[in-house]
């Protein structure tokens, strides 16, 4: 059975760390440098929460399969991070469900805005950002990740 959880346990950090780099390298060709920035940064965050965070875990039948992430950036301003399904859960409203809880949280905790920053490749990503009401703000070409990459920051007013 499929559950979307709040709290994090033993093999969570793993799990998703290695989610983003294989799904990264097959759809994207993304090298091993980037499941090392996902694994710093997540590893920080999932240490210690503070108020005003939460991540969403998709997991089913003891399977991590997913996530997304409300991160303060600063006391007004929220960080939309590590958005990802596995491609077998893909297309049936989780992504939708879980940017709108996200979403909702960071209204609730007070934020007058949230960002992300993402990749052009990922194009499914952005229509659902886009239809949220996120606004393309900057974007620059980078050599990252074993590639030449888009670089694209998207923000949005609560």
Known sequence: ??????????????????????????????????????????????????????????????????????????????QLRWFLLHPKVRGKGIGRSLLDAALDFARVSGYSSVFLLTESVLEVAASLYQKAGFELTWERRERKWGSGLIRQRYDLML
């Open 1 to 78: 059975m499929m559950v979307i959880r709040n709290d994090i346990r033993p093999g969570d950090l793993g799990s998703l760390v290695r989610l983003h780099g294989v799904i990264y390298r097959d759809e994207y060709g993304f090298d091993h440098v980037f499941e090392s920035y996902v694994g710093e940064y997540m590893s920080r965050t999932f240490r210690e929460l503070r108020e005003g965070e939460r991540v969403w875990i998709v997991e089913d039948g003891g399977e991590v399969l997913g996530c997304i992430a409300i991160v303060r950036h600063t006391d007004d301003q929220a």
